[in-house]
């Protein structure tokens, strides 16, 4: 009788132990998956920062910039485009042909104030302008932020794939429904410098 009682205390230590531990790597995984989910929220708020600025950018510009209404049409279409529910996407079903989809948004947007900010080199009274200057360094600003949170997310998103591919999690990933999450990668051509024309 003693013996049978030993052999069910061990047997439910063993249980619960494997649960402690089942239990932990799920809450872990969920833990990392949140932190990608919030970093890629970061992204996003940087994105949204700049698809904001960019119509007191062209307004301001275009009272000086009569003459390049192609340039500022092409930058609010980019915007528009950019800023579609279309084009936004859920961390949660993220892919890397939806990731790459969001980012050439995104690219097409950059080019096009890329474009804009050359076409103001020909304009010095605009240059000047103290309104024009502000919103130029909050541009600048926030480019910088994308890039800071667009390394943040792929830093999160290393941990969490990290942790997803290790023995024995992987073996329990698939089973809880967790999958592997994209990285930002550089735009094709990134390698080579802007050709800026005036």
């Known amino acids: 009788m003693k013996k049978s009682w030993i052999v ?5 230590g063993i249980l619960l132990i494997s649960f402690l531990w089942i239990r932990g790597l799920f809450n872990g995984l969920v833990s990392n998956e949140e932190i990608v989910n919030k970093r890629w929220a970061d992204v996003e708020g940087a994105y ?3 698809a904001d600025l960019i119509p007191n950018l062209v307004s301001t510009v275009k009272g000086y ?3 390049e209404q192609e340039t500022l049409i092409k930058v609010v279409e980019q915007r528009a485009s950019a800023t579609q529910p279309t084009v936004k996407m859920d961390p949660a079903t993220m892919d890397q042909a939806s990731l790459n989809k969001f980012q050439q948004a995104q690219d097409a947007l950059g080019s096009s104030l890329s474009r804009l900010l050359v076409v103001v080199e020909k304009y010095p009274d605009l240059k000047a ?3 024009f200057l502000q919103l130029q360094a909050q541009l600048e600003g926030t480019e910088n932020r994308i890039n ?7 830093d999160a998103v290393q941990t969490y794939n990290t942790k997803l ?7 329990f990933a698939g089973m809880f429904g967790f999958t592997k999450k994209p ?11 802007p050709k800026v024309e005036f």
Request: proline share 3%; no cysteine; aromatic share 12%.
């Open 8 to 12: 069910l205390i061990v047997i439910l």
């Open 48 to 50: 949204q920062r700049r």
């Open 148 to 154: 800071v949170e667009r390394r943040n997310f792929n």
């Open 65 to 67: 910039a009569k003459f």
């Open 183 to 193: 990285y930002f990668e550089a735009s094709a051509g990134a390698e080579n410098a």
């Open 129 to 131: 302008n103290q309104n």
């Open 165 to 171: 591919r290790r023995f024995p999690t992987n073996i």
